[in-house]
């Protein structure tokens, strides 16, 4: 079955450390998205993709990385720089459905929780 | 930029009552809005979509919202809720390909 993988499902940080969280797509869709959720607030943007070798700051991007070297895989780096890393990580990428190209809807991953020890 | 502002962080009915969660959104221009379903430690699963074809939309798990551009709302609704409705609600806006951005959310208790 297609959809996105999101890997590891609990993730573990100490201070100080960069880690990495993992997405993979077997949709062949192009476009891919990161997002950040806390309690009460819903999901924030943190970066997109529309093409390989591509990326755009989202609306929290500061304390994040990303790389698109295949269409497949958009991984996140939680740098040292993001103070308060905790929270939930949701991957997701664009489909084309309908007639025109503004019918759009996303697929999401799982999610992974992010966690400061 | 286009934002939604959904009322009521928590909203608790019981079985077979009727939900109602509500989404206001502002946008500049007709926007395409979205309510998605999360269970707990879950992604986000498309529930329903307005893209200007239809001002009612229905969706799936008998779930329907209805554009209504004077009031700017795109309230969900369910005749009779179900003890497996139970989940957080997002009410979602964009108008072109890269800008979703989302409500806060809503959670939704069934009651016995």
């Known amino acids: 079955d297609g959809g996105i993988t999101q890997s590891p499902k609990y993730l573990f940080r100490k201070e100080g450390q960069n880690v990495t969280l993992s997405c993979e797509q077997n949709l062949n869709h192009d476009a891919m998205y990161w997002y950040r959720q806390d309690p009460g607030q819903g999901l924030r943007l943190i970066y997109y993709s529309q093409i390989v070798n591509d990326f755009q700051k989202g609306d929290i991007a500061e304390g994040y990385s990303v790389s698109r070297e295949k269409k497949e895989s958009f991984p996140l780096t939680v740098t040292s720089a993001q103070k308060n890393p905790t929270a939930f990580y949701l991957c997701?990428?664009?489909?084309?459905?309908?007639?025109?190209?503004?019918?759009?809807?996303?697929?999401f991953g799982s999610g992974t929780r992010l966690t400061v020890v | 930029a286009q934002s939604v502002t959904q009322l009521g962080s928590h909203v608790s009915v019981s079985e077979g009552a009727l939900v109602l969660l509500r989404c206001n959104y502002s946008s500049s221009v007709p926007p395409y809005l979205f309510w998605y379903v999360q269970y707990p430690n879950q992604g986000l699963q498309l529930l329903l979509k307005y893209t200007s074809a239809a001002t009612l939309v229905k969706g799936i798990n008998g779930f329907e919202a209805e554009f209504k551009k004077s009031e700017t709302s795109f309230h969900l609704t369910k005749p009779s809720a179900h003890m497996s409705d139970a989940a957080e609600y997002f009410c979602a806006v964009s108008k072109y390909r890269n800008d979703m951005r989302f409500g806060a959310g809503t959670r939704l208790t069934v009651k016995p």
């Open positions: 997701a990428s664009r489909t084309a459905t309908g007639t025109g190209n503004r019918t759009y809807g996303y697929t």
